[in-house]
């Protein structure tokens, strides 16, 4: 492998990463606060590919501003999932079957609706944007660099929140410490019901973003949830910083993996990643780093 | 005619089961206005479920609380913040991941609360400079009389007026018990009314001015604290002097 090779096939990776992130941040926090594995995340993603497709298709509306335009639209949705059916979900610390049949069949019904209405051909957003940058022999690709950068400005914003807003630090102490959230007044309901909002706003952003990279169809979004269970995993629930640097591992490893494995195996490497972290770190890699300043 | 003592928290008959198993069977007793109270007892006894369930956070199966003489045994617990209870948990219970300073405003987390936060953050630094020269580092990383006080600065942070501690010197080495129950009686000095849970039986008696005796799910004794350190019982149950 050449210098230049490498270059590109680090830069593809690092693309690659910040998009998991994205997908990856909504399931997190979601997890954290409310101990749901939200399998829906699939469906909101795919509805956000295709919320972005018809603004495009309609409205000739740049693809970009139909994904920021996603982050709203799907924050009221998820808020409206979560106050017509999440909420009803018994509380607990741990997960429950009943919320991952709940997510599950939800997904199944976001699919089948997906199907009855957009059919079960592939789609694309077919814009000018499918240029590289030049500079010499090292590609980037544009759609894919500005992806990037909306999807880290996002999960820096999303980072700011959680550390500077009183929103964001409930959040962060519903995750780490539910009973002292309840002692100091933290209403579990609300903040929940906003984190399911957030999350859901991430899902529909992240596939509307995809949309400007990928073909889609009502299926889009299953491959991305085993990858962001391996970020979850790898990264650990207690920032957004540990998302990035488990969707910073898991893309490395796929793009570097296809040096290795064909390509066609590609999608094994997530599965696999995931059995072997459960295995060997039972609590996650940031399990691990966390065991230094465990409270007694 | 000397003064009756007026009292900020009534509980009777006060009973609380997990699951099945009944914790609290009816106990009853009050807490009076700025002076500290205390509960001691043995392991298992019901100590910490009494302040979980006057905190809220425990369901009550029957009987009464009263705030100043008005019913809080239905409300949530945030309603109970508000009303001024503020609950420095067995065990400080912090956000091991989050700041000093972020714990300690999280103890301002209501709304209400919320636009004194800096001034409230500000007085706990005045009492505790050494949360102040530690509030950038993580929770999780101080040292456990650190820890302690970071749990009672964020009880402070929601300006109770009555502030309930469970057991604030378990685990701390002689030096720093000393240290913590200095501070409870500089706080007690200064008008709070305190409900103490103490595992250290000696110092708890001397810091407060009434006690109960609790004994599995029951209170067994209850009156001056100086009238409890002379008493045949519990000078020979819980001090081991004959
Ligand atoms: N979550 C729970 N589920 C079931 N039983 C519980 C639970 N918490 C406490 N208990 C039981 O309730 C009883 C009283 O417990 P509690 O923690 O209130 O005692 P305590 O007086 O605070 O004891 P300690 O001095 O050890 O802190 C114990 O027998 C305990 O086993
Ligand atoms: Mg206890």
Redesign the interface.
């Known amino acids: 492998m050449t210098a230049v090779e490498f270059i590109n096939l680090l830069i593809s990776a690092l693309l690659l990463a910040g998009l998991y992130a994205a997908v990856a941040v909504g399931m997190t926090i979601i997890y954290g606060v409310m101990k749901i594995v939200n399998l829906a995340h699939a469906g909101f993603m795919m509805l956000g590919a295709y919320f972005n497709y018809e603004l495009f298709e309609w409205l000739h509306l740049d693809p970009m501003a139909g994904a920021l335009l996603s982050l709203p639209v799907f924050f009221v949705f998820g808020m409206g999932v979560h106050w017509l059916l999440v909420r009803w979900l018994p509380k607990s610390d741990q997960p429950t079957l009943s919320s991952l049949l709940l997510m599950f069949g939800f997904w199944l019904v976001l699919q089948n609706v997906g199907y009855l209405i957009w059919g079960n051909s592939d789609r694309a957003i077919l814009t000018a944007h499918r240029r590289t940058l030049p500079l010499g022999p090292i590609t980037i690709p544009t759609a894919g660099l500005v992806v990037f950068i909306a999807a880290v400005t996002c999960l820096a914003v999303l980072q700011f929140i959680l550390h500077k807003s ?1 929103f964001g ?2 959040v ?2 519903l995750i ?2 539910p ?9 579990h309901q609300k903040t929940s019901q906003l984190t399911f909002g957030l999350g859901t706003a991430f899902a529909g952003f992240a596939g509307a973003l995809m949309a400007m990279l990928f073909s889609f169809n009502p299926d889009f979004g299953r491959p991305f949830l085993v990858r962001a269970f391996v970020i979850i995993v790898l990264g650990g629930l ?2 957004v910083t540990g998302v990035a640097f488990g969707a910073l591992i898991l893309a490395l490893i796929e793009t570097f993996g296809i040096l290795f494995i064909p390509a066609g195996y590609q999608p094994a490497i997530s599965f696999g990643l995931l059995v072997v972290v459960l295995l060997v770190f039972p609590t996650g890699i940031a399990g691990l780093l ?1 065991r230094k ?4 | 005619m000397p003064e009756v003592p007026e009292k900020l928290l009534l509980v009777e008959n006060l009973e609380v089961r997990y699951g099945a198993t009944q914790v609290l069977w009816g106990i009853s007793f009050s807490v009076v206005k700025h002076a500290v109270t205390c509960i001691i007892g043995s392991n298992g006894a019901g100590k910490t479920t009494t302040l979980n369930a006057i ?1 809220g ?1 425990l369901p009550v199966k029957g009987g009464s609380i009263r705030l100043d003489g008005k019913p809080i045994t239905a409300l949530p ?2 309603e109970r ?2 009303r001024h209870i ?2 420095v ?1 067995e ?8 700041s000093v300073e ?1 714990n300690l ?3 301002c ?2 709304p209400a609360l ?1 636009s004194r936060a800096h001034l409230n953050l500000s007085r706990v630094y005045d009492l505790f400079p050494r949360l102040k020269e530690r509030r950038r580092q ?4 101080l040292s ?1 009389g650190e ?1 302690q006080m970071c749990a009672i600065g ?1 009880g402070l942070m ?1 300006e109770p007026q009555l502030l309930m501690l469970d057991e604030p010197s378990l ?1 701390l080495a002689p030096i720093l018990v000393e240290e913590i129950f200095g501070l409870i009686r500089d706080i007690a000095r200064q008008g709070m009314t305190i409900l103490l849970v103490g595992q250290n039986i000696h110092y708890t008696l001397q810091v407060s001015t009434y006690g109960y005796v609790m004994e599995v799910g029951k209170i067994a004794l209850g009156g001056p604290s100086e009238m409890l350190l002379n008493h045949e019982h519990v000078r020979r149950a819980y001090l081991g002097i004959a």
């Open positions: 009183w630090r409930s962060t102490a780490q410490n009973y002292a959230a309840q002692i100091v007044g933290v209403d207690e920032s966390k300043w465990r409270l007694a | 905190a956070v617990s945030r913040v508000k503020a609950l948990p065990g400080r219970q912090l956000w091991a991941g989050m972020d405003l999280m103890g987390y209501l919320r993580l929770a999780g990383t456990g820890q964020r929601s685990g």
